[in-house]
């Protein structure tokens, strides 16, 4: 591959010499080359033509900026980027073969690697955003939380709002005979694992799995099912569900049509959480070494332009496009331009609900990967107590931040992104209490994370 282009123009001019005595005209061809540098450094390519699934999401968006501006395109490589029908489906299509890779949720190549569903040798190079879900509950449920939520001097909800508000209208519900229904995404999504967060923070027990179990609905004061993203909100409509935990557009869009309220978003219930990532085979990456890190380096680049706010306006006319996410420009635009519309009408500033590049968002950190594994070990998905090192091994063989770290010292090089963005760390952030209910996460001790809640499951040291 060069990373020099040569565009060629012929000029054919005619110059016409009169000579006095019968002078003749005469026709004389010149070739004019203009030649264009790239600054893009190029590696040898195995694999230049690609294809690359996503679930119609706001966060899907790396993807397609990276195709749409170029980005992969410089690099040598020619993606193809397909819509999936569920999480499933991803998995499935990534595993066998038939995408080379995948917008996937963080939790989907953890559980591969760690038991829990289908098995298989999946690996992320790259962390496609921080934040942007948010959880929705119906009309009828709203009008009965919102006595219980403190507002401020003009009447407004005091965010964020925690399930304590929610408590009283599950015991309502269960008295009338109804057994409270909540939609997630999948059973390993970043929303799974948010909702029963944000539920058990105020003692609602969001129910357990194990083995003989795999709903995850033993003891649950919430029943948690999972439905697809897009198809939230009609199946909140139709009363199926009373409330789900998704990512943008479909929590703006149960506002848009005003069938719901969002009531907390996950920047709330942790702040500045890792959301998808993208995952291709460990097979995918030992055949095809220079190819991943070229993908991961239009994906940062793509992240880069992302985050910065005026191509935000941008973004969000190529992500309505159909063959993208496909929902109106003001629905995207409500979550992705800096602001987060709660009760309709109840716009509030919200500048990282989406972030696509700061706070090094696009690094695999070891630490955001561990704290996945603590959920599905605090919820039964992980039916036996691990040991400490177990946690720190698994997430090393999935996380592979070492690609990412050639992918970004190339685009140092190249002038794109200045060496400042290349974190020094050890793969692990610092400990933080930066959750809805003050607990502190310190990924190098999992178990005294795991044993510090209330409810779920406890390990011995």
Excluded at 16 to 32: D, I, R
Excluded at 38 to 65: N, R, V, Y
Excluded at 203 to 223: R, S
Aim: glycine content about 8%; charged content about 25%; some cysteine.
């Amino acid at each position: 591959m060069k990373a020099l282009f040569k565009k060629t123009i012929y000029i054919l001019p005619i110059a016409m010499l009169l000579f006095a005595c019968g002078g003749k005209g005469t026709k004389k061809e010149t070739t004019t080359e203009v030649v264009t540098t790239s600054k893009t450094k190029q590696l040898d390519i195995e694999k230049p033509q690609l294809t690359f699934g996503f679930i119609k999401l706001t966060d899907m968006a790396p993807l397609a900026i990276a195709k749409e501006k170029g980005f992969f395109e410089d690099e040598g490589l020619f993606v193809s980027v397909e819509a999936q029908s569920n999480w499933k489906n991803v998995l499935d299509r990534v595993i066998d073969g038939q995408l080379d890779g995948s917008h996937m949720l963080a939790g989907q190549p953890i559980a591969a690697g760690a038991g829990f569903g289908r098995q298989a040798k999946l690996v992320t190079p790259f962390s496609m955003d921080l934040n942007g879900n948010g959880i929705t509950v119906s009309n009828d449920v709203w009008s009965k939380m919102k006595p219980n939520v403190p507002t401020d001097g003009d009447g407004k909800p005091i965010h964020p709002i925690k399930a304590d508000a929610l408590k009283p209208v599950i015991t309502e519900y269960k008295n009338s005979g109804k057994a409270f229904k909540m939609g997630m995404v999948f059973p390993v999504s970043t929303h799974n694992y948010e909702i029963r967060y944000w539920l058990a923070a105020a003692g609602i027990h969001p129910g357990m799995y194990t083995k003989e179990n795999v709903q995850g609905q033993i003891d649950a004061e919430v029943l948690l099912s999972v439905t697809p993203p897009p198809q939230m909100p009609a199946t909140l409509e139709a009363g199926t569900i009373f409330g789900y935990c998704v990512g943008e557009p479909w929590n703006q869009q149960a506002v848009f049509k005003g069938i719901g309220v969002p009531v907390v978003t996950n920047y709330d219930i942790w702040k500045n959480n890792p959301e998808k990532v993208f995952v291709m085979t460990e097979k995918f990456i030992e055949e095809n070494p220079n190819t991943a890190v070229a993908v991961t380096k239009a994906l940062i680049r793509a992240g880069k332009w992302l985050d910065k706010p005026e191509n935000r306006k941008e973004a969000v006319q190529i992500l309505s496009m159909s063959q993208y996410v496909g929902a109106p420009v003001e629905v995207l635009a409500n979550s992705m331009t800096g602001t987060f519309e709660f009760e309709k009408g109840d716009k509030r500033e919200m500048e990282d609900f989406n972030v696509f590049y700061k706070y090094n968002a696009t690094y695999p950190f070891y630490s955001d990967g561990i704290w996945f594994l603590t959920q599905m070990r605090r919820w039964g998905q992980i039916p036996e107590a691990k040991t400490a090192d177990w946690y720190s091994s698994t997430i090393k063989d999935i996380y592979r931040p070492d690609i990412w770290k050639k992918a970004a010292a190339l685009l140092v090089e190249e002038g794109n992104i200045p060496a400042t963005d290349i974190p020094a760390t050890d793969g692990y952030k610092p400990a933080t209490a930066d959750f809805i209910d003050g607990t502190t996460y310190d990924a190098k001790d999992p178990i005294g994370y795991i044993n510090s809640f209330l409810i779920g499951n406890k390990d011995k040291k």
